[in-house]
Nanobody, 126 residues
Framework: QVQLVESGGGLVQAGGSLRLSCAAS????????MGWFRQAPGKEREYVAA????????YYVDSVKGRFTISRDNAKNTVYLQMNSLKPEDTAVYYC???????????????????WGQGTQVTVSS
C-alpha cells in the first residue's frame, strides 16, 4: 500500500505562487501516473492535473492551464505542482493520488486514480 504525503500548501495573495510536493513511499513510484486533485468547501472534488509515469504526457483542467505545471522526479519519488498566478478560486485542499494501474498512460479519467494522500490546504487571499 503506497503512502502519499503532500506538503507546500499555505496562505498566499492573489497573483502569488506556491509549489506543492507529494512524496510517495515504496520502490514502484516511477511505474505509475500521478495526479493532483482539489476540493473547496461545499464543492465536489476537482481533477486538476496529471502526469504519466515517464513524465512524457500531462493533463490539466482548463481553469489552470498556463498557470499550473505538474512535474515529477522519479529518483526522489516525488510529484510536484507548481502553481503561479494564483486566484482566490484556487483555494482548496489539494490532494495527490496514484493511478491504479502501473504503466498506464490513461491520465484523462480521474476515477482511475486511487491511493490518496491526506491533503494540503491552499488559501489564496484577494
Amino acid at each position: 500500500q503506497v503512502q502519499l504525503v503532500e506538503s507546500g500548501g499555505g496562505l498566499v495573495q492573489a497573483g502569488g505562487s506556491l509549489r506543492l510536493s507529494c512524496a510517495a513511499s515504496g520502490r514502484t513510484f516511477s511505474n505509475y501516473a500521478m495526479g493532483w486533485f482539489r476540493q473547496a468547501p461545499g464543492k465536489e472534488r476537482e481533477y486538476v492535473a496529471a502526469i504519466t509515469s515517464s513524465g512524457g504526457n500531462t493533463y490539466y483542467v482548463d481553469s489552470v492551464k498556463g498557470r499550473f505545471t505538474i512535474s515529477r522526479d522519479n529518483a526522489k519519488n516525488t510529484v510536484y505542482l507548481q502553481m503561479n498566478s494564483l486566484k482566490p478560486e484556487d483555494t482548496a485542499v489539494y490532494y495527490c493520488a496514484r493511478h491504479r494501474s502501473s504503466y498506464s498512460n490513461n491520465i484523462y479519467e480521474p476515477k482511475l486514480f486511487v491511493s490518496w494522500g491526506q491533503g494540503t490546504q491552499v488559501t489564496v487571499s484577494s
